[in-house]
């Protein structure tokens, strides 16, 4: 009977055993639990405030970009106000030389009226002269008046990107008239394929813009100095898109760098003054304002080919 008592004790004891150790068990998984949730927490936490330090980083560098688009803006107008200023000083010279030998020819044919000595080869000389000076002049005026016109309506539109209906052909010889004292430097020559009366509903500035930054890369990185080259942009509407093609047959690029041509400074010419941020920028407006693409197809000794898609708006 003893015995029986015995054996019982043991086995609750043993059992007691047991439930203690499970007890331990328990509570050591308990403490691993909250141990775990805690730095579970704590690494939420960190989260948060990671996610919270990237918002901030991602909202300046956006604001950045933005500085720096406006930067460049304000470079490529004033490059731009250089160029037609320099243009304009033509037609306007030869204009007021013109002018100028028109009030000659007046003054020496009062002077010979005066002393009646004028004759009637005197008068035909006086006409045929004035006649052709008076044609130079206004021919210079009326080519100044379209470069003054040109430079106005594109530099309104680099600074107030508003939508518009606008002839795109039209637009972008105004745009590649601009370049006329940058191409001059140089023997590059703008092929310009575009059907006539192409009219879009888009922001012509923004347009102006890419158009102004590719042709600036053709300019400094497609061909050296004083080598004679081409660049052949062509445009071409399909539905609510508008196709630009710009291509040169210059120098080309690696796959390193055509790999890379997109980011933000990266440049070939540091030691010219290059920011490495017209592409940048030209890919940022054909992305984010146009929601398009845009890529590009080169190789070392064979040119580069730019390949844009614009989505515009239907015509009203």
């Known amino acids: 009977m003893v015995s029986g008592t015995d054996n019982r004790i043991e086995a609750l004891e043993q ?13 050591l998984v ?9 730095i579970l927490k704590q690494k939420d936490l960190e989260l948060k405030k990671s996610k919270q330090l990237i918002e901030k980083d991602l909202k300046m560098l956006k604001a950045m970009q933005q500085q ?27 204009a007021m030389t013109s002018i100028s030998a028109c009030n000659e020819e007046v003054r020496q044919l009062k002077k010979l ?19 052709e000076s008076m044609y130079l002049a206004k021919s210079g ?3 100044a008046a379209r470069l003054i016109s040109s430079f106005k309506m594109i530099s309104v539109d680099q600074n107030f990107d508003d939508i518009r209906q606008f002839d795109v052909c039209e637009y972008l010889r105004d745009i590649i008239r601009t370049f006329k004292n940058q191409l001059k430097k140089t023997k590059i020559q703008v092929d310009l394929d575009c059907p006539q009366q192409l009219i ?68 070939t010419a540091r030691d010219r003054g290059g920011s490495g941020l017209g592409l ?37």
Do not use: W
Request: a negative charge; hydrophobic letters at 40%.
């Open 200 to 267: 879009v509903k888009t922001y012509p500035g923004s347009l102006s813009q890419i158009l102004n930054n590719l042709l600036s890369n053709v300019i400094n990185h497609a061909y050296k100095p004083q080598e004679p080259g081409v660049v052949h942009i062509k445009i071409e509407q399909q539905g609510n898109l508008l196709n630009l093609l710009v291509e040169d047959y210059g120098k080309g690029m690696d796959a390193a760098l055509k790999d890379t041509i997109f980011q933000p400074f990266i440049t």
């Open 141 to 143: 005026l009326d080519q």
């Open 113 to 131: 009226y005066e002393e009646e000595e004028l004759s009637e080869s005197d008068m035909d000389t006086f006409f045929e002269t004035v006649h």
């Open 280 to 316: 940048n920028i030209v890919y940022n407006l054909v992305a984010q304002r146009f929601g398009g693409e845009i890529e590009v197809q080169s190789k070392p000794g064979e040119g580069s080919r730019f390949n844009i898609s614009l989505v515009v708006e239907a015509l009203e």
């Open 30 to 38: 308990r403490k691993r639990y909250q141990d775990a949730l805690s």
């Open 15 to 27: 059992q007691l055993k047991l439930f203690k150790e499970s007890s331990r068990q328990s509570n």
């Open 68 to 94: 720096l688009i406006e930067k460049e803006k304000f470079a490529a107008l004033g490059s731009l106000v250089a160029g037609v200023a320099h243009e304009v000083n033509t037609p306007i010279g030869v």
